[in-house]
C-alpha cells in the first residue's frame, strides 16, 4: 500500500511541537513499517535534511506559494501523479475532494483557532474558516491527540464522532536522561542564563496568551522577590508591546530574558535548570513542552481548562491560565511549597515517560491498516 503524508511544515528551520510531532512519527514509522510505501508531501525550505529518503520513504517537494492553492490544487495533483492509495493530512485542513481516503491530523489548538476565527479579514483566515469543517466532513478518519480533544470536537461536529481516534503524542529520546549539572551551567552559560529562572517555552498556543500571563508575571514581581522570567523565541520589542496593551508598569522589564529559537538538543538543560514553566495556553496547546519539561524533571504550570489536566494525570500544577492572578498565585506555589513542587516533579517525570513516539506510530499504523483504498 502507498500511503501519502502530508507534511508541509516538515522542512522549516524553526520547529515547534505540531512539526516535531510530525517528524518523529514519519521517523518511526520509517523504521517499524518495510511493507508499505510512504511518499511525504513537504513545502520547500531550508531544513531539507531532517527526513532522509529510504526504501520505503519517498520525499516529494510541492511548490506553490499561496496555503489554500498548495492544499487545493498542488498537493491534490502531487498525490495522484504518486499514484497513493490514502492521504494522511497533519495539519488540520486537507483538500475538499479527495478521491481516495483522507485522514486528519486534528489537535485542539486547531478547534480553538478555528472557533475564535472570524470570516472576514485576511483570505487565509477565510479560507481556513471554510477549508476546517469541510476537511472534517469529508474525511474517512481523524485523529486527535486525547479523549478531552475528542470530545471538543465531536461537541462542535457532530456528525464526527465515529470517525475519531486518540493517538497520543510521544517524547523524544533525549529527554528522557535528566541533563547533569556540569551540562546545564554549560548552556545557562551558553545562553547568558541567570541561576535560577522562570521558563516560557516556545509555543504558538502560549504566545496567544502572553498578555495575560507578563500581567500575572508582574504581580507576582509585586509580592515577592522574583525570579527571572526567560521566554522563548521572543523579542524584547514583543514583551513590551504586551505590556502596554495590558497597561502595566514596566518597572520589572529588566527581570524579563527574551532568547530567539533554542536548538533542540540544548532544551533538555534548560528545562532541567527553570524553577517553573509556564505553559499557561488559554485552553488547547500542544503536549510536546508539557511532556518535555515534565521528563526534565520540572515543574509545570499549565491550563485546567481543555485537555491539559487529562494530559498531565495530576502531575502539573494546573489553573485558569485566562486569570493573571491565578497565574501570580501559581508561580509563588511552585516556587514556595516544597511539598507541592516535589509532589508536581515526582509525578510528571513517571507520566512523561510513558509516552513514546513508537507507541504513537503503532497506533497510527493501525488506522492506516483500517483505510479502505
Known amino acids: 500500500m502507498k500511503i501519502g503524508i502530508e507534511a508541509r511544515g516538515?522542512?522549516?528551520?524553526?520547529?515547534?511541537?505540531?512539526?516535531?510531532?510530525?517528524?518523529?512519527?514519519?521517523?518511526?514509522?520509517?523504521?517499524?513499517?518495510?511493507?508499505?510505501?510512504?511518499?511525504i508531501f513537504v513545502k520547500p525550505d531550508m531544513d531539507n535534511a531532517c527526513l532522509q529518503e529510504s526504501a520505503n520513504v519517498k520525499v516529494v517537494e510541492v511548490k506553490g506559494a499561496a496555503g489554500s492553492y498548495w492544499e487545493q490544487v498542488a498537493l491534490p495533483r502531487a498525490v495522484a501523479r504518486e499514484r497513493c492509495h490514502m492521504l494522511h493530512c497533519t495539519w488540520?485542513?486537507?483538500?475538499?475532494?479527495?478521491?481516495?481516503?483522507?485522514?486528519?491530523?486534528?489537535?485542539?489548538?486547531?478547534?480553538?483557532?478555528?472557533?475564535?476565527?472570524?470570516?472576514?479579514?485576511y483570505f487565509s483566515n477565510f479560507y481556513r474558516k471554510w477549508a476546517f469543517p469541510k476537511g472534517l466532513s469529508k474525511a474517512t478518519s481523524i485523529i486527535t491527540t486525547s479523549e478531552d480533544e475528542k470530545k471538543a470536537i465531536a461537541s462542535a461536529f457532530p456528525g464526527t464522532k465515529a470517525k475519531i481516534s486518540?493517538?497520543?503524542?510521544?517524547?523524544?529520546?533525549?529527554?528522557?536522561?535528566?541533563?547533569?549539572?556540569?551540562?546545564?551551567?554549560?548552556?545557562?552559560?551558553?545562553?547568558?542564563?541567570?541561576?535560577?529562572?522562570?521558563?516560557?517555552?516556545?509555543?504558538?498556543?502560549?504566545k496567544e496568551n502572553m498578555t495575560t500571563i507578563l500581567k500575572g508575571y508582574a504581580l507576582y514581581c509585586r509580592k515577592s522577590k522574583p525570579l527571572p522570567l526567560v521566554i522563548l523565541d521572543y523579542s524584547q520589542g514583543e514583551v513590551e508591546r504586551h505590556l502596554s496593551k495590558g497597561k502595566e508598569s514596566q518597572s520589572y522589564i529588566k527581570d524579563i530574558i527574551t532568547l530567539p529559537y533554542i536548538a533542540r538538543q540544548d532544551l533538555p538543560a534548560i528545562y532541567s535548570s527553570s524553577e517553573v514553566v509556564?505553559?499557561?495556553?488559554?485552553?488547547?496547546?500542544?503536549?510536546?513542552?508539557?511532556?518535555?519539561?515534565?521528563?526534565?524533571?520540572?515543574?509545570?504550570?499549565?491550563?485546567?481548562?481543555?485537555y491539559m489536566t487529562g494530559l498531565t494525570e495530576n502531575a502539573a500544577y494546573t489553573t485558569?491560565?485566562?486569570?493573571?492572578?491565578?497565574?501570580?498565585?501559581?508561580?509563588?506555589?511552585?516556587?514556595?511549597n516544597k511539598k507541592l513542587r516535589t509532589t508536581v516533579v515526582q509525578k510528571g517525570s513517571k507520566v512523561a515517560r510513558s509516552y513514546s513516539w513508537l507507541s504513537s506510530a503503532k497506533n497510527i499504523l493501525g488506522i492506516y491498516q483500517q483505510q479502505k483504498p
Open 166 to 206: 486518540v493517538v497520543p503524542s510521544g517524547l523524544d529520546p533525549e529527554f528522557t536522561t535528566r541533563p547533569d549539572k556540569k551540562e546545564c551551567q554549560r548552556i545557562k552559560e551558553k545562553y547568558s542564563l541567570p541561576g535560577r529562572y522562570i521558563l516560557i517555552p516556545a509555543c504558538p498556543a502560549v
Open 278 to 306: 509556564l505553559y499557561a495556553v488559554r485552553s488547547f496547546g500542544h503536549s510536546g513542552p508539557v511532556l518535555e519539561a515534565m521528563a526534565c524533571e520540572a515543574p509545570v504550570l499549565t491550563a485546567s481548562t481543555g
Open 10 to 39: 516538515l522542512f522549516r528551520e524553526k520547529k515547534y511541537s505540531k512539526e516535531v510531532s510530525v517528524l518523529e512519527t514519519l521517523k518511526t514509522l520509517q523504521t517499524i513499517d518495510s511493507q508499505n510505501e510512504y511518499v
Open 92 to 121: 488540520g485542513t486537507g483538500p475538499a475532494y479527495s478521491p481516495i481516503p483522507l485522514i486528519l491530523s486534528i489537535d485542539g489548538e486547531d478547534l480553538s483557532r478555528w472557533q475564535s476565527m472570524g470570516a472576514k479579514g
Open 320 to 336: 485558569d491560565t485566562r486569570s493573571h492572578k491565578e497565574i501570580s498565585l501559581g508561580i509563588i506555589r511552585l516556587i514556595t
